[in-house]
């Protein structure tokens, strides 16, 4: 449960779901693991639907940008980010 709980502080609740439903399926049927379940379960369902935040490779290259004192092509891709992402938060 130490490995879904990693993957879930990670980010990645779909991999901590499967790693749970596959626990209990072999028998691990504790309260611990029904409540990681849960907590998997809700992660999930809270997370954004893929395609709808940037790619962690698109938000290192905002930070490149930024960090290259390269603000004019950073605006740009930032305008770009926005409108392509405008739920995300990140642009």
Do not use: C, W
């Amino acid at each position: 449960m130490s490995y879904a709980d990693a993957l879930l502080s990670t980010g990645h609740a779909q991999d901590a779901l499967a790693v749970m439903q596959t626990t209990l399926q072999r028998g691990l049927s504790t309260p611990a693991a029904h409540a990681m379940l849960q907590k998997v379960q809700a992660a999930v369902q809270s997370s954004p639907a893929p395609g709808t935040v940037p790619t962690p490779t698109e938000k290192s290259q905002l930070i490149a940008l930024f960090n290259a004192g390269n603000f004019a092509e950073l605006e740009n891709q930032a305008r770009l980010m926005t409108a392509q992402y405008p739920q995300a938060g990140f642009a």
